[in-house]
T-cell receptor
Framework: GENVEQHPSTLSVQEGDSAVIKCTYS??????FPWYKQELGKGPQLIID?????GEKKDQRIAVTLNKTAKHFSLHITETQPEDSAVYFC??????????FGTGTRLQVFP | KAGVTQTPRYLIKTRGQQVTLSCSPI?????VSWYQQTPGQGLQFLFE???????NKGNFPGRFSGRQFSNSRSEMNVSTLELGDSALYLC?????????????FGSGTQLSVL
């Protein structure tokens, strides 16, 4: 079955800097890769996703890149703000199958 | 419209007991998925229900079970509780008809097993 590894587990950045979180997956049949953000006391919320027919997707300060050959994908946050502080989860799934999540990255943005 | 509602918010049980958690999805959503969240393990998939039928299942023992009602509300049950079952249990709903669609998560039920 699918296995998703996520690094780093914690990440601290200064406000205004960029943050990068990386994930690798094992199942070459996976073709959907979402990223979720979880704030304290809340459930995860989708922030961006990408499918295997696309190499990069951007939404304002957030971007995701996908390398299908290497089986890894990354989340890039530019111009970080204190409200970006949260736990971020990557995930992967094959069509019609369950979504498998990584172990999460705790991002802290210091003012 | 109202989000995903999970009840209760907190639960304290002792080993050997059983527990039932409830999830009310967003109106119109027919798929409900359940996840177990523990520190360091991330979100682990338990099962997914769509139109009252289990559509996908994770690698959890048979002590973990679920069901979905005709109004799409879902319950999950854990029997013979173990200390390791202490976790945040999240449910997520979606329309369920399109692959790779957005999941809407509830705030979870925090279960503590003593």
């Amino acid at each position: 079955g699918e296995n998703v590894e996520q690094h780093p587990s914690t990440l601290s950045v200064q406000e205004g800097d960029s943050a990068v979180i990386k994930c690798t997956y094992s199942d070459s049949a996976s073709n959907y890769f979402p990223w979720y953000k979880q704030e304290l006391g809340k459930g995860p919320q989708l922030i961006i996703d990408i499918r295997s027919n696309v190499g990069e997707k951007k939404d304002q300060r957030i971007a995701v890149t996908l390398n299908k050959t290497a089986k890894h994908f990354s989340l890039h946050i530019t111009e970080t703000q204190p409200e970006d502080s949260a736990v971020y989860f990557c995930a992967a799934s094959e069509r019609g199958d369950k979504l498998i999540f990584g172990t999460g990255t705790r991002l802290q943005v210091f003012p | 419209k109202a989000g995903v509602t999970q009840t209760p918010r907190y639960l304290i049980k002792t080993r050997g007991q059983q527990v039932t958690l409830s999830c009310s999805p967003i109106s119109g959503h027919r798929s409900v998925s359940w996840y177990q969240q523990t520190p360091g393990q991330g979100l682990q998939f338990l099962f997914e229900y769509f139109s009252e039928t289990q559509r996908n299942k994770g690698n959890f023992p048979g002590r973990f079970s679920g069901r979905q009602f005709s109004n799409s509300r879902s319950e999950m049950n854990v029997s013979t509780l173990e200390l390791g079952d202490s976790a945040l249990y999240l449910c997520a709903s979606s329309l369920g008809s399109v692959w790779g669609e957005k999941l809407f998560f509830g705030s979870g039920t925090q279960l503590s097993v003593l």
